[in-house]
């Protein structure tokens, strides 16, 4: 089971921050938390990944808090083309596969 | 470079054929995971190689299902007798060693099976 609890659904104004919360209360010390979204019709997509510090990279800020029970990640200017399903993960370090949630589904609109 | 592919994008087959899923990984990534997404859910992992040999088959739903990495490269998910319950979204990922929780896994379109 997914380890992750994300609200299902948010909305977002075009060129406003999207900010998405994640809960991962049970996350252990060797556990990362990965975010993937999905546009409909293709594959998940890695956004952004993180362990203890906060993460920025060209797509997305990931924001940790200090005790790693949950965490937010920021579209600082949302777009129409991010609408689409957000996936939080926590995996262990050695940890093969992902476990995907139910998401979040981000609608961007005008 | 050229990214993860998958074929056919789309299968429609009938009830209790067999049906084959290839998926063509990026070049020099060792690690190859094969997730199934019905609709409204999340990916749900069915099995992760390792080069040539399968490292967890635990997500394989039962003994209909069958995947091979022969040479270790590409793989072909098999489904045996297939049901109408097994439509779904076949997604195929890659990752160039599979060893750290800090790789990422670049996920191919993924094959819609439709079965009637």
């Known amino acids: 089971d997914a380890k992750t609890t994300q609200p299902p659904s948010m909305d977002c104004a075009e060129g406003r921050a999207a900010n998405l919360p994640c809960n991962h209360s049970?996350?252990?010390?060797?556990?990362?938390v990965y975010w993937y979204r999905q546009i409909h019709s293709q594959g998940p997509q890695y956004i952004i990944h993180g362990l203890k510090n906060n993460e920025t990279n060209e797509m997305a800020s990931l924001i940790i808090t200090e005790d790693r029970k949950s965490s937010t990640l920021i579209l600082p200017h949302a777009t129409l083309r991010d609408t689409a399903v957000y996936y939080c993960?926590?995996?262990?370090?050695?940890?093969?596969?992902?476990?995907f949630g139910k998401g979040t589904k981000l609608s961007v609109k005008p | 470079g050229a990214g993860v592919s998958q074929t056919p994008s789309n299968k429609v087959t009938e009830k209790g054929k067999y049906v084959e899923l290839r998926c063509d990984p990026i070049?020099?990534?060792?690690?190859l995971y094969w997730y199934r997404q019905s609709l409204g859910q999340g990916p749900e992992f069915l099995i992760y190689f390792q080069g040539t040999g399968a490292a967890d088959d635990s997500g394989l739903p039962n003994d209909r299902f069958f995947a091979v990495r022969p040479e270790g490269s590409v793989s072909t998910l098999k489904i045996q007798r297939t049901e109408r319950g097994d439509s779904a979204v076949y997604l195929c990922?890659?990752?160039?060693?599979?060893?750290?929780?800090?790789?990422?896994?670049?996920f191919g379109p993924g094959t819609r099976l439709l079965v009637l």
């Open positions: 049970t996350i252990s010390g060797n556990e990362y």
């Open positions: 993960i926590v995996r262990e370090g050695s940890q093969g596969n992902l476990i």
């Open positions: 990922a890659s990752s160039a060693t599979g060893t750290s929780g800090k790789e990422t896994q670049y």
């Open positions: 070049s020099g990534h060792t690690a």
